[in-house]
């Protein structure tokens, strides 16, 4: 299945022209574990084609590596970063961590 990249660029485009002011791309809603580093590029590249406001660029991902790789392939097209920590932290108390 092949992502869509002028429908993504259509989208952000709509966004930007409604005046949203801000988009998270590859964040919450399953691209972490669906999408490959260079679909995350593309799809993050395609957004920054169709937005001119910020954009957040998720780089969640398996490992330290995988997240400063990801970070570097964001790095020309992002705003900011969005970084959620494991999902097995949130009952962590501070002490245990």
Known sequence: MALNH??????????????????????TTGEFPSTTREE??????????GFSGSIIAGISGTCVADVIALA???????????????????????KGL
Do not use: C, M, W
């Not at 392939?73 to 501070?94: C, E, G, N």
């Open 6 to 27: 002028g429908a993504n660029a259509a989208l952000a485009s709509f966004l930007d022209r409604h005046g949203v002011p801000t988009i998270i791309v590859n964040g």
């Open 72 to 94: 570097n392939d964001a790095a020309d097209h992002a705003d900011a970063f969005l970084l959620l920590p494991p999902y097995y932290f949130a009952s962590v108390s501070t």
């Open 40 to 49: 995350k590029r593309e799809v993050l590249a395609a957004a920054r084609d």
